[in-house]
């Protein structure tokens, strides 16, 4: 199949971009059937606003405890609350594969 460039209008900004030969075998290959919506620095702008997000690429909110099994200090990612006991990984791989028996 050969490939042709085209110029699409971006959705996001309505400025034109070249959606070149290339890309559009690259997107035949992937099993991609749409055309790209947006231009090429909008689908960066919107990649980079998403890894920013509270999806992919952030890292996690961690708060500080101590363990009570060996009194390590260490980090969890969920505020611990007086009337349950936190673990570090080690113990909490212990305490896990002891009731899994």
Known sequence: MSFSE?????FECGATFTFSAEEQEFFANKGYTNEPK?????REARRANRSNSTGYGQ???MYPAVCAEC???TEVPFEPRQDRP????????????????
């Open 59 to 61: 890292r996690r909110q």
């Open 71 to 73: 009194g390590k200090e």
């Open 6 to 10: 085209k110029t699409l209008q971006c």
């Open 38 to 42: 947006r231009c090429p620095s909008c």
């Open 86 to 101: 936190v673990y570090c990984s080690d113990c909490y791989n212990k305490v896990r594969q002891s009731t899994r028996r």
